[in-house]
């Protein structure tokens, strides 16, 4: 098993407005492995439960990929249906943290989003990106679907454009086409200014009435109660699709590419 599986990381700071930031990241276009993934929603879960923390900003490491989905070298190692569960259920994990969080998530996506990284781009409350943020729902590409992000980039963008990204699933989509769908609630040209907007949001936030913005983040989930054993059964799916001979051969595949 590659080493590559073992590397990562996940760092939180909380600045004195109360503003947590959470930063993920990985040596392979911050792909990331099933500890890293769980790390993060456990992360995440903490800082909901921190009477310190106001807001969240979520964002990964470096200046190029936001996150280029769960692990390759993982996903290659599976030979069995429960582990394949176990596998896809990381992003479902982290999608579930953020969803039930009774913190509004800022989300900074400075770069490419691929498979795993659409869905956390759709499960923060509100996404800045840059101009180079494109996105792509790989997985059928691969032998297996979208299935564990889908109900969230669905929720967000709607089934028409969610489709368009599962069947599409070479076809890159610009940053301008992710807001437009709803994606990304800003774009900007750089990172300087998308941090800059970030950090003024944040701020508004922090002194706004905790109680009223953890009721708005209720409302806004509202619909989603069965989420956990939604995404449970969606990770199942691809789990045991992932077996499957066809899937192997595409990931070999995909590999030599």
Not at 51 to 68: N, P, Q, T, W, Y
Not at 145 to 172: C, D, H, Y
Not at 205 to 228: C, R, V, Y
Request: net charge negative; proline share 2%.
């Amino acid at each position: 098993m590659s080493e590559a599986i073992h590397q990562g990381h996940v760092e939180v700071s909380i600045d004195d407005r109360g503003v947590a930031n959470v930063e993920f990241g990985h040596p392979l276009s911050n792909s990331l492995p099933g500890k890293i993934l769980q790390k993060l929603a456990n992360t995440i879960t903490d800082l909901g439960a921190n009477d310190a923390v106001k807001v969240i900003v979520l964002k990964s490491a470096g200046d190029r990929a936001f996150c280029a989905g769960a692990s390759f070298d993982e996903l290659i190692s599976i030979k069995d249906l429960d582990t394949g569960k176990v596998f896809f259920s990381g992003f479902a994990n982290v999608i579930n943290a953020c969803r039930k969080c009774p913190k509004l998530i800022i989300g900074r996506v400075q770069g490419k989003a691929v498979g795993g990284g659409v869905g956390v781009a759709s499960a923060v409350d509100y996404c800045f990106a840059t101009k180079h943020a494109a996105v792509k729902l790989s997985e059928l590409a691969v032998g297996i679907g979208p299935f564990v992000v889908g109900p969230a980039v669905e929720r967000k963008i709607g089934t028409s454009a969610m489709s368009q990204l599962a069947i599409n699933a070479t076809e890159w989509r610009t940053a301008r086409w992710a807001q437009e769908m709803g994606l990304y609630a800003e774009i900007f040209d750089t990172t300087e200014e998308m941090d800059a907007s970030i950090d003024e949001l944040a701020t508004k936030l922090s002194g706004s009435n905790p109680e009223a913005m953890e009721l708005l983040k209720q409302i806004f989930w509202q619909g989603t109660e069965h989420w956990d054993d939604l995404l449970s059964e969606r990770a199942a799916m691809s789990g045991k699709l992932v077996l499957s001979d066809f899937t192997v051969n595409a990931i070999n595949n995909f590999k030599k590419k």
